[in-house]
């Protein structure tokens, strides 16, 4: 019997002619051998075989798997989410990376960056992290620009019970709703005008000069009537009395109007605006947190605390919501130590337009409306602008620093661009310059920026205007004229 080792050893040794005929001669040898183990008789045609190796190689090897698998199974059992380290953004000038840290005891918000615990006062943070776009999904639009990615809803009483993948089951008080996007565009900038229309229903309402209506023998003032939006383009206002998509295939609403009590398909409708149903308006001045998860919701919340469980979030609507933590996208601060130059009037702004078209100054949006985003996140503060123009604002106290962030916005790579494609030509290039006064009158350069192009990533811009009364924002012209320069001042901030 010719040992199996040996033949291979030998096929090894020898030349590919030799072994080929080495292998044949030893294969009976081989099979009787594997044969004598498995009790598989030499007739068995080859197909059938298991293989011409010893059973014993096989034993050995499938031994080796099974340890492996067990090592990894409980790897996987005992493996925790690792977050990746994001920018950290403090107000006093501090840029780290950084993840969120392991609740204590206390359960203040912490961070780890390196190996290094901080725990920095809530008031100096300015942004962890960047904000995704909510995509395509199916969306509940809040009060202060707040979003849900949501899977279902229904009509609950006074509230709307809501699923989401990021916060699980829970009631949203009608009184913060003020819309839900059932049929989502697939243009990105569709999606930010049919939420911004969403946003802004009540106001548009009270401004139409039809103050009154008259359901079912009760008269309403417009802004307390829903308009349901159809994907055929009509619209329908009136008074949201049912509504349950949880069904699949049998989702309904049922609206009251001035012409009776209308059932509809879900699967006719685009968007509900919500009329308004009570008042909550927030203080610009109080400490708040916007908190973004990764598949696009932002919820702004009055207190953030680490558990075990994930991010403890007490949203301004009072409800307490659980994250978890490597569902955390991003927190930005609102109230603290830096004031927002979207949150303030310019005292002056000019567009000197290259051709004839002439831009507006545009706050917490690009210049063509649709909500900022460069290098692949989404910003909620900022200033967009288009070359070539300048905006002046008053500084009423004594601010240190100015910060943002610098870009073309990713809206120069088409409607339906929700990040920058790296493989594409830069579209748009500008400088971006910063002047201040000292109050005489004598503006003095602070800052110019390197040329920036679109595709860029964005560019982080630190200021001191310890003293100044003013200062003046200028994008210029770069490369092409003023093709395609959507500039971004993201974050632009005030810092005391």
Known sequence: MTDWTTCRQTSLKHGDTETRRICRRGSSGALAYFSRVSNVPPSVPPRLRVSHFPLKFFLNQATSLVAVALVLGFALAGHKSVQANERLLLA?????????????????????AGGTRRTPEAEKIVRWGGFFAAGRGTLAVLDDGDLIVRAACALDGDALRLTSEQFGDFRLPLTVLRGLVLRSPTSGAERDRLVDELARWTTD???????????????????????????????????????????????????????????????????????????????????????????????????????????????AWGAKLTIARENVAAIQTLGGRATYLSDLTASGYKHVPYL??????????????????????????????????????????????FEAELAIDDSVFGDDSTRADRRRPPRGSVVFRVYTDGGDGGWKLRHTSETIRGGDEPTAVSVDIAGAKRISLIVDFADRADEHDRADWLDARLVK
């Open 356 to 401: 004839s078209t002439a831009w507006p100054l545009s706050g917490d949006r690009h210049v063509g409306g649709g909500r900022m985003r460069a290098g692949g996140r989404e910003f909620l503060k900022g200033i967009g602008m288009h070359s070539a123009a300048s905006a002046t604002y008053a500084l009423d106290k004594p601010y240190r620093r």
């Open 205 to 315: 309402a009270g401004a139409t000069g039809v103050e009154r209506v008259t359901l079912d023998r009760v008269t309403l003032d417009r802004v307390m009537l829903d308009r349901v939006m159809l994907d055929n383009g009509d619209a329908i206002e009136g008074k949201l009395i049912a509504l349950d998509d949880t069904k699949a295939g049998d989702a309904k609403l049922i609206v009251e109007t001035d012409a009776g009590v209308l059932t509809l398909s879900v699967e006719r409708v685009r968007a509900i605006a919500f009329g308004r149903r009570g008042d909550r308006a927030a203080a610009k001045d109080e400490l708040r947190f916007v908190v973004g998860t990764r598949d696009g919701s932002r919820v702004t919340a009055t207190s953030v605390s680490l558990s075990q469980a994930g991010l403890e979030v007490v949203t």
């Open 92 to 112: 006093d000038d501090t840029a780290i990376e950084a993840r969120l840290a392991d609740a204590l005891a206390d359960g203040k918000l912490a961070f780890d």
